[in-house]
């Protein structure tokens, strides 16, 4: 995994703020602000945020929405098992928070070529925080022959105060503090996500985005 603050490319941090999108809509509908989006080949062919609260489904993360669309769309399509996972192999995710222990699972099993998150999750982490589950080299968690992912490319991106904030709010909303505090922090983070394409391009370099 690299580590956070490296340099990415333009469009990794616009395929970021399009995730950060997500989780602002995931926001305004009194969910964990986590939002994603999947690119193949530099398109944006699904995008997904939290639902756990308006679905009463546990598992209806930010990516498991974004893979299950993907997944529909083929179907429709009559795409084979064969060209399914060909596809899976040539995108990449960027997510606003590192993928818990079950979404890194499912990224690993599907095959997906890369995955870019914005900050960590030191509770839940799969990508590293807690457990490595994109390291092809990882160890099954149960024994019995049960199916072992593949593994991905996984990097961390922004270390700035803007995605610490993140951080603090997804920490405070799984806490279930009080609604007033919640609320102010969801609106400090609502004018910082305005603003944070304009700070982004004060640290752009000649090689590159460097936060």
């Not at 995730?19 to 997904?48: F, N, R, T, W």
């Not at 997906?112 to 160890?139: A, R």
Request: net charge negative; proline share 2%.
């Amino acid at each position: 995994m690299s580590s956070l603050g490296e340099e990415y490319p333009d469009d990794t941090l616009t395929f970021m703020l399009l995730a950060i999108e997500q989780a602002k809509v995931a926001m305004d509908c009194l969910e964990v602000p986590v939002g994603c989006v999947i690119v193949e080949d530099g398109k944006v062919i699904a995008s997904g945020r939290n639902r756990t609260t308006e679905t009463r489904n546990a598992t209806r993360h930010a990516e498991m929405e974004a893979i299950d669309t993907l997944l529909e769309q083929w179907r429709e399509k009559r795409l084979s098992q064969s060209e399914v996972a060909k596809t899976f192999s040539k995108c990449k995710l960027y997510v606003t928070c590192e993928p818990c222990i079950m979404c890194a699972a499912a990224l690993s099993f599907i095959g997906i070529k890369e995955v870019f998150y914005g900050c960590g999750n030191d509770k839940f982490g799969g990508c590293g925080s807690i457990l490595s589950l994109h390291s092809s080299s990882s160890e099954p968690l149960i024994s019995g022959g049960a199916p072992r992912g593949e593994g991905f490319k996984c990097n961390g991106v922004f270390t700035s105060r803007e995605i610490l904030m993140l951080q603090s709010l997804i920490g405070l909303l799984l806490n279930r503090q009080h609604n007033e505090q919640c609320s102010n922090k969801v609106l400090d983070f609502l004018k910082v996500c305005t603003s944070l394409s304009s700070i982004l391009q004060d640290f752009k370099t000649e090689s590159g985005w460097k936060l």
